[in-house]
């Protein structure tokens, strides 16, 4: 059943865990950062959009037929094939990676592997200008350690900053790494394509939203979240296949977009606050409509329009407040019937994938979870200089997602590690 009121627990505050001086995680509540949304006209409802205007160069693929749409669900969706490196470097879309922590550095891992390194290992860093020279050769260098997680820099890091792009290019001896306008590299503004013609974005980019700077991986994961949600869309009972129009909320570069359109004929929609992602998504993948996020509802989209909405990790990163504000304009987009698919991270994620990592913090989150009645939030400035202030740690046991998410949609399934969004959670819930 329904509630009342969208913004409120009646009178329940949820149990919010943060350190000594942590900055408060809803304070960005309110603005709306660089929505590039048009007002509608006068009297047209809110959120109505000129269908042409989506499809590539407007060419608008007609509707296909139910023998058609058939014969499509026998073909998996496409693995993109190799790209050859060889025919420009610079604009190799494996060459690049995000500064996401002050003392940790990752490289692509296919370069690594190219260069044949391999962690654990020692390697020697010296400062270059503003670029940072690796090599294994004893050179009069800073000692830094190669770890699965990347590089390990000595406090100092060397002058880059988290949020930083890193351009990674081998040399006879090693490999540099500078400090780079990510959105002038050539990997962002003339990259390659893969088999099907589609341009590939560089690894920074698919970093943002893998945590591995690997455009690989980009398009391996985008495929395998595909499938996995055509998989329960149909145990729902319905098809991707026969959907007119479905919307990746916090879909990034569009890695699970573009497997999606490989077998799909419906309008596709994509909203994130990546703002260099959805640039590059405008620029190279016009198939789709691609929007600067919003921090609060409501999108400038019309009621009851959406057939499935898929959020993969947006949920893991806001307060409950925050989390209720989208739950009940999720319900307003969809149809009737229409299914909301969202990740979460449950007490079964904490003990497969954070506890054997780091069982200090498990823990603290298992206390989280139990004095917050099934819902905890943990302050995380592991994403600054990526994504807003306000994005942190939330995590919600799978009681919490049947009785509260329960209150804005049935409750189809849960499926604990679902194959998507680093083997996150999933509810598959639908709007009556």
Known sequence: MMRGVPHERDGRQAHRVRPPGGRSAGSALGSIRGSRLEEPPPGEPQGVQDKSAAKHAGAVRPRLSTADRSRRLRHPIPLTGRMDMQLDPSRNPNSTSIMRSRQ?????????????????????????????????????????????????????NFGMR???????????????????????????????????GLPIPPSWLAQAFTSVPSSDAYLRTGRSSAEALSQFVSNAGASLQTMERIMDFGGGAGRVLRAIHADSDAELVCYDLHQPSIEWCRTHMPFGRWH?????????????????????????????????????????LLRPGGLLIPTFRSEDFVSRVISPDNAEYAARVRAGLRDGGGFTYISND?????FPGFYSDAYHTSEYVRTHWGEFFEVVDIVLNGSVAGRQDVAVLRKN
């Open 104 to 156: 940790r550095l990752m490289a692509p891992p296919t370069m690594l592997k190219e260069m044949g390194w391999s962690p654990p290992g020692t390697y020697q860093a010296t400062l270059e200008g503003e670029a940072i020279h690796i090599s294994k050769e004893a050179v009069d260098g800073t000692p830094i350690r190669l770890t699965a997680k990347g590089f390990v820099l000595p406090g100092h």
């Open 162 to 196: 988290t949020g930083d792009v890193i351009k990674w290019t081998p040399n006879a001896t090693g490999i540099l790494a500078r400090p780079v306008d990510g959105v002038a590299d050539p990997s962002y503004t003339n990259p390659l394509v893969d088999d099907t």
């Open 292 to 332: 600067d996020g919003h921090e609060t509802p409501p999108l400038n989209e019309a009621t009851g329009t959406f057939d499935l909405i898929y959020a993969a990790s947006v949920l893991t990163h806001l307060n409950e407040v925050q989390q209720d504000a989208w739950l009940w304009e999720w319900h307003r």
């Open 382 to 386: 592991a994403w600054e200089g990526v």
